[in-house]
């Protein structure tokens, strides 16, 4: 947590406004850290080994490492509604996250360029592994999920409308429930196939396809390769 020094210059409900979001940051780091090793909620078909545990808080860097060589860097592309983006992190994430302190707080293309690796990661912990239950999937369909929420924002409900669960974007009892009725690496296939399904629906497709197209196809390989190891 920040130095009380940090808030000297913040009025008394902002203090509070910035602790409330870093300790609940602490909170939810605990919660990954807590579920260390993470039980898998899906079945080990009759006469498989039981799938290795791995720590949640291990497999989401594991995740994170992956997706971040996939976003890369800094970029400013007039043709991405993403805007200014760093590390996958866009300009309007940045200040909706930076303003859960401090709610008069702006952002600007310095400030996206200069964002660093840990509050990156904190952003991409809070809303995207955890919000989306990331930790209670198994591998590899915790990085399928992962890559593909953080890539594209209806990711979720597409997901569920292909399960057939109510696609209000929420990862709950009932999507987890059903994603039990697959096998984690069919599942997975299933997950990319739907990502190109939603991909090719988008106005931008036609100049982005190309890119879009190879990431899905290295997160295939690399939803494979976990499966093999796990």
């Given amino acids: 947590m920040s130095s009380p020094f940090l808030y000297a210059g913040l009025t008394p409900p902002a203090r ?17 850290y807590s579920a260390s ?10 006469g498989a ?5 791995v720590p949640a808080i291990a497999r989401f860097d594991a995740c994170l490492d992956f997706t971040l060589l996939e976003e890369g860097g800094f970029a400013n592309n007039p043709r991405d509604k993403g805007k200014a ?18 709610p008069s707080a702006t952002v ?13 990661r904190q952003i991409y912990f809070a809303w995207y592994w955890n919000a989306n239950r990331c930790e209670a999937m198994p591998i590899p369909v915790d990085l399928t999920v992962f890559d593909f929420a953080v890539n594209s924002g209806g990711a979720i409900r597409e997901i569920q409308e292909r399960l057939g669960v109510q696609a209000d974007g929420v990862v709950g009892h009932l999507t987890l429930t059903a994603m039990q009725r697959f096998d984690p690496t069919d599942l997975a296939e299933r997950i990319c196939d739907v990502r190109m399904e939603y991909l090719r629906s988008l106005e931008s497709w036609a100049d982005f396809q190309d890119g879009w197209t190879a990431r899905v196809e290295r997160v295939r390989a ?9």
């Fill in 108 to 120: 600007t293309v310095a400030d996206v360029r200069a964002l660093t690796r840990a509050e990156a």
């Fill in 37 to 46: 090793p993470a039980a898998i909620p899906f079945p080990t078909p009759p």
């Fill in 49 to 53: 080994p039981a799938p290795a545990l």
């Fill in 16 to 32: 509070l406004a910035s602790l409330a979001a870093e300790l609940a940051d602490a909170a939810g780091a605990l919660a990954g």
């Fill in 222 to 230: 690399q939803a494979r390769k976990l499966a093999l190891a796990a």
């Fill in 85 to 102: 983006t760093n590390m996958g992190i866009t300009i309007a994430t940045l200040t909706r996250w930076r303003q859960r302190a401090d």
